[in-house]
């Protein structure tokens, strides 16, 4: 969030719209603008600091340009398939005049979802073996099978290509842990 503070500076009277959070990261940084949180569920724990709406990153209901910044982190990878993610990364750069879109990478060797080294670089079925059994989040969460395999179909890390494809107009930023690319950042900071 630092990096976001310091690359967009957003000020107290930008309108940010935050596809697929919560206000943790906002109440992190002590950001008081206006923040709209648009999540596809209803919202559990909500803030009077911010604006709540349910709604699908794929298909916004706003006009172009609308918010200052399109915002989303860590969530373009949940989508499933590479042609939702089209239409999410499309709709971003669609509403936001600025927009940041932060992912994992998946070519870094931890699965951050699932803690664990490695285990993302085996097929799907294979993952759904052992990930239960075989993967800190299976040993500190212990999720049925079920979700276990939601999990599985629901999750497609990026590349670094694939990011360049979905964000043409955007500088794609590499952030690094031990010299590696652990995860990418689509940022516009211009229309």
């Given at each position: 969030m ?10 107290p ?6 596809i ?20 596809i569920?209803?919202?559990t724990c909500?803030?009077p ?15 172009d340009?609308?918010?200052?910044i ?12 590479y042609?939702n993610?089209?239409r ?10 600025k927009v ?6 998946r070519?870094?060797?931890i699965?951050?979802h699932y ?12 993952q ?5 059994n075989?993967s800190i989040w ?7 099978q079920d979700y ?24 794609i930023?590499r ?17």
């Open positions: 630092s990096r976001f503070m310091e690359t967009l500076a957003p000020s009277t930008c309108k940010i719209l935050d697929g959070g919560s206000g943790f990261n906002w109440d992190i940084i002590q950001y008081s603008g206006n923040v709209v949180l648009l999540n569920l209803e919202p909500m803030s600091k911010y604006t709540y709406v349910q709604g699908d990153g794929t298909n916004l209901e706003y006009t340009k609308e918010f200052d399109a915002y989303s982190n860590s969530v373009i990878e949940h989508l499933s398939t042609e993610q089209q999410f990364a499309n709709e971003m750069r669609r509403v936001g005049q940041w879109c932060q992912t994992p990478a070519w870094f060797f699965e951050p803690i664990t080294p490695f285990i993302h670089f085996v097929s799907k079925k294979w759904c073996v052992l990930l239960r075989f299976g040993w500190i969460t212990r999720p049925s276990v395999d939601r999990m599985v179909k629901e999750l497609r890390l990026l590349t670094y290509a694939e990011m360049r494809e979905l964000f043409p107009d955007c500088e930023i952030e690094k842990f031990l010299f590696m690319t652990k995860s990418f950042i689509a940022v516009r900071k211009n229309d």
